[in-house]
């Protein structure tokens, strides 16, 4: 919360995979969307992007980000999240119904 405080969201998976800390991101997102937008975009992209693979699910986190009236920011996410054309972002006919 320290990093949040100080607007360091980059820091804050790097950190709190060093010393093996369990975080639950969901809930810090979710207020971090509520105060700072642009705070919630950045740490979402550092959760995208985490070694090892994101440490969020993209399709409920866009949707919060939607859900909250920014478009701009779910946009930017999402064009983040998709950069690479892998399989697993395909929508499967189970999905589709």
């Known amino acids: 919360m320290c990093f949040v ?9 790097p950190y709190s995979t060093s010393v093996g800390f369990k975080m639950d991101y969901s809930t810090m997102l979710s207020q971090l969307l509520f ?25 409920s986190t866009a949707e919060a980000f939607l859900s909250s009236n920014r478009v701009q920011e779910t946009t930017a996410l999402l064009l983040e999240a998709l950069k690479d054309t892998k399989e697993e972002h395909a929508l499967t006919s189970d999905q589709a119904s």
């Open 35 to 59: 105060n700072n937008p642009q705070g919630a975009l950045g740490l979402a992209k550092g959760l995208i992007n985490a070694e090892g693979g994101p440490l969020i699910d993209i399709q």
């Open 5 to 13: 405080q100080r607007g360091e969201y980059d820091k804050i998976v």
